[in-house]
């Protein structure tokens, strides 16, 4: 298990439990505590409901291409911006610090 923290929208912080050994991502943890994640394509790359910055230093892959370009049509995108749904936890995100970016309308 690791630990990390998600800031909700209202600036809230949630210290989540995270098991390693499920292929999990962190749209699936944060659907699994009722955080207001939507994931509406199933962690496909395929929406942005899933969009979060992360806050801590951690070495986490490269962003695909489909990711890439599903950010390049999300509101708010930031250097940090990430989609939820194709970041895997692993061990090594012990500590990850991640915000919920903003809904766009």
Do not use: W
Not at 3 to 27: F, S, Y
Not at 33 to 49: D, I, K, N, Q
Not at 53 to 68: G, K, M, N, R, V
Request: net charge negative.
């Amino acid at each position: 298990m690791i630990t990390i923290t998600v800031v909700d929208r209202e600036g809230q912080e949630h210290q989540l439990e995270a098991p390693t050994d499920m292929n999990m991502n962190m749209m699936e943890l944060c659907k699994a505590y009722e955080l207001p994640v939507e994931g509406t394509c199933g962690g496909m790359a395929m929406c942005a409901s899933c969009h979060m910055y992360i806050l801590s230093d951690h070495d986490l892959p490269e962003a695909s291409t489909d990711e890439e370009d599903m950010l390049d049509q999300a509101f708010f995108v930031e250097s940090n911006s990430r989609l939820g749904c194709q970041i895997h936890l692993t061990d090594n995100l012990d500590g990850l610090k991640v915000r919920l970016a903003e809904v766009g309308e």
